[in-house]
């Protein structure tokens, strides 16, 4: 199974700064086909997760351009440009290049 | 729109089977998997598999292979999945979630299954 490791397990951020999370994979998630799959989820509090990006740098329908997604092979990152408060929940990285499908530990993200 | 619509929560005894539903409306349902995640208790996402909603094939995670059951209704746009054999480490929020555009795109509202004698 590809291991994938987010750091850091939390975040307090100050509404209006920036945030930054890491994914990275036990192995390449570059496919075959080309395109590269891994997503960022991003967990509410007692919500379903909910598709934040998909194929590393594409945002979901409806996904504010404040979040942004890079990274290439085995190392990844999410980036909030401004966190606003609707923000707060777990963030998930996940893989889908090879079965089973493997998230990421998560990343906590709350206010200051 | 897309709409993912779970069954309600269920209490099982250890031992026992639990069936839960996942009603699809808002695309067409044998066109696109069904896939189920599991999130224990104040812990993170697990992905148990998935199921070919046109043809019923299905691939499970090897955590989730023996005691773990993938099924659809086509007439009913509904999704199935079923667990057996209940042990108290089974307690868990269940999510179906579709792979239209991309996996998870879009989920249910979950459902607690709660494994206690």
């Known amino acids: 199974d590809i291991v994938m490791t987010q750091t850091p397990l939390s975040l307090s951020v100050t509404p209006g700064q920036p945030a930054s999370i890491s994914c990275r994979s036990g192995?390449?998630?570059?496919?075959?086909?080309?395109?590269?799959?891994l997503y960022w989820y991003l967990q509410k509090p007692g919500q379903p997760p909910q598709l934040l990006i998909y194929?590393?740098?594409n945002r979901f329908s409806g996904v504010p351009d404040r979040f942004s997604g890079s990274g290439s092979g085995t190392d990844f990152t999410l980036k909030i440009s401004r966190v606003e408060a609707e923000d707060v929940g777990v963030y998930y990285c996940m893989q889908s290049v090879q079965l089973p499908f493997t998230f990421g530990g998560g990343t906590k993200v709350e206010i200051k | 729109q897309v709409q993912l619509v779970q069954s309600g929560a269920e209490v099982k005894k250890p031992g026992a089977s639990v069936k839960v539903s996942c009603k699809a409306s808002g695309y067409i349902f044998t066109n696109y998997a069904m896939h189920w995640v599991r999130q224990a208790p104040g812990q993170g996402l697990e992905w148990m598999g998935w199921?070919?909603?046109?043809?019923?094939?299905?691939k499970y995670s090897q955590n989730f292979q023996d005691r773990v059951t993938l099924t659809r209704d086509t007439s009913a746009t509904t999704a199935y999945m079923e667990v057996s054999s209940l042990r108290s480490e089974d307690t868990a929020v269940y999510y179906c979630?579709?792979?239209?555009?991309?996996?998870?795109?879009?989920w249910g509202q979950g459902t607690l299954v709660t494994v206690s004698s």
């Open positions: 192995q390449s998630l570059l496919h075959s086909g080309g395109k590269t799959h």
């Open positions: 199921i070919n909603t046109a043809n019923g094939n299905t």
């Open positions: 979630a579709t792979y239209i555009t991309s996996p998870g795109d879009y």
């Open positions: 194929e590393v740098a």
